[in-house]
């Protein structure tokens, strides 16, 4: 069941995703080379507990050890923070951040360089976002789920990427993950109907290679590549308005910021 949000219940998201997207941007310059993510962890961590007193939902969720997920390089998503990963010169690294606050639910990540970073893993991390904002732009009432799905698909093969079919993007409100499933492949013109009220992310998962994940089974966790090749993946939450839609975790430096 899909459950549309009143505008009371948007604007208590829209609190929930400015703050998990201030998470990102306080971060960014902690993402250098001889950093650990464990480091990175502690300081979202207190950041979220300490100065916007809120609370991170991925800590204790179905066991989920730590309070955001740090992917690097081949790991697709659900990396787990640890202190003995230390970032090099070179690597790409997702972080994905969720707070709650006021019981209401914000969602979001980006890909950080490492120090210097080869052209072909910015492209890809480049790609994916694109992958993200071309969908984002065709997000309104009457939309289907599946003309998201095919966009994000054709943008990235038509670039010779695979997209990652075991993960997906929610929706999203008073609880983390929700109805509807909205998958980053498919047919344009199939698919649940957007309406005004709807939330939810969009967070595709972008692979150099083949588009296969394999899941650690030491930590339960750990979701990578198949092939070992680099992966990437950019996420927002959306809430959708009568002739369109807002970015509730929009970042300042992006174009669809609203103050
Ligand atoms: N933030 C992730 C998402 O985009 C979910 C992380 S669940 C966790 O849906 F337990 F790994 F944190
Ligand atoms: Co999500
Ligand atoms: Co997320």
New binding site residues.
Partial sequence: MVSLKTPEQIEKMKIAGRLAADVLEMIAPHVVPGVSTGELDRLCHDYIVNVQHAVP??LN??G?PKSI?TSVNHVV??GIPAETKILKDGDIINI???VIKDGWYG?T?KMFYVGEVKPHLARLCDITQECLYKAIDIVKPGTRLGDIGELIQKYAESNHYSVVREYC??GIGDV??EDPQVLHYGKAGTGLELREGMTF?I?PMINLGKRHTKLNQKDG?TVTTKDGRHSAQW?HTLAVTADGCIVLTARPDEPYYNV
């Fill in positions: 939902a991925p969720y179905h989920f997920c998503c659900h994905d951040i969720t969602d990540s993007g929610h983390f993950h992310t967070e966790w996420e």
